[in-house]
């Protein structure tokens, strides 16, 4: 399974952009690219999902550049509750089954 | 609806004793799954089910065990509990596509200490 690396923490202000950038040097063909967030004492949630190029729902946007060796999670106009842990995952389905390794996430910091 | 449920949402252990944390789900997924998660760092998977019937080890499993009792209901147990194991356990389940991404759904977390 592919390796992901993300910052540890960043910190922003209300309403500004938030891009948070994964890097998965070794990801596979068939792999997908996941984000979740994690707020304190809950389970992590599911955010975005994408293969290539571009996507995006009400959350957020995903973009995946051509070599789909990096992605980037973008929140826009941020707020205090968004203040959470953001993961990146890559991962697609194996044999026996879909298996998935969480790093150690994204502190995001959200400031009035 | 209520998703995926635990139970119980804390327990106290002292070292040796055994224990067994159950999760359901109601959205009708093949696959269920086991983490961990330690103070301040990310999930680690300790066993997963692709389906009803099959079980498979993730990257921690040592001093765990796994039942996928039927579709909606996948047990972790605990058989001589150490402090090492004090950590925080979420369940969660997919609807993995054959060839396709997969989505996870987490429950609320059993907060476990071992003393």
């Known amino acids: 399974l592919a390796k992901t690396t993300q910052p540890i923490s960043m910190d922003s202000y209300e309403g500004q952009e938030v891009n948070i950038t994964c890097s998965h040097n070794?990801?596979?063909?068939?792999?997908?690219i996941t984000w979740y967030q994690q707020f304190p004492s809950q389970g992590p949630r599911f955010i975005i999902q994408?293969?290539?190029t571009k996507v995006t729902n009400e959350v957020a946007s995903l973009f995946i550049p051509a070599d789909r060796k990096s992605s980037t999670l973008s929140l826009p106009r941020v707020s205090l509750s968004d203040t959470a842990v953001y993961y990146c995952?890559?991962?697609?389905?194996?044999?026996?089954?879909?298996?998935?390794?969480f790093g150690a996430g994204t502190r995001l910091f959200v400031k009035a | 609806n209520a998703g995926v449920t635990q139970t119980p949402k804390f327990q106290v252990l002292k070292t040796g004793q055994s224990m067994t944390l159950q999760c359901a789900q109601d959205?009708?997924?093949?696959?269920m799954y086991w983490y961990r998660q330690d103070p301040g760092m990310g999930l680690r998977l300790i066993y997963y089910s692709a389906s009803e019937g099959t079980t498979d080890k993730g990257e921690v499993p040592n001093g765990y065990n796994v039942s996928r009792l039927n579709k909606r209901e996948f047990s972790l147990r605990l058989e001589s509990a150490a402090p090492s194991q004090t950590s925080v356990y979420f369940c969660?389940?997919?609807?993995?596509?054959?060839?396709?991404?997969?989505?996870?759904?987490f429950g609320p977390g059993t907060r476990l200490t071992v003393l």
């Open positions: 994408g293969y290539k």
């Open positions: 959205m009708n997924h093949n696959s």
């Open positions: 969660a389940s997919s609807d993995h596509l054959a060839g396709g991404p997969d989505t996870q759904y």
């Open positions: 070794n990801i596979a063909t068939n792999d997908y």
């Open positions: 995952l890559v991962g697609g389905r194996r044999t026996g089954g879909f298996k998935t390794i």
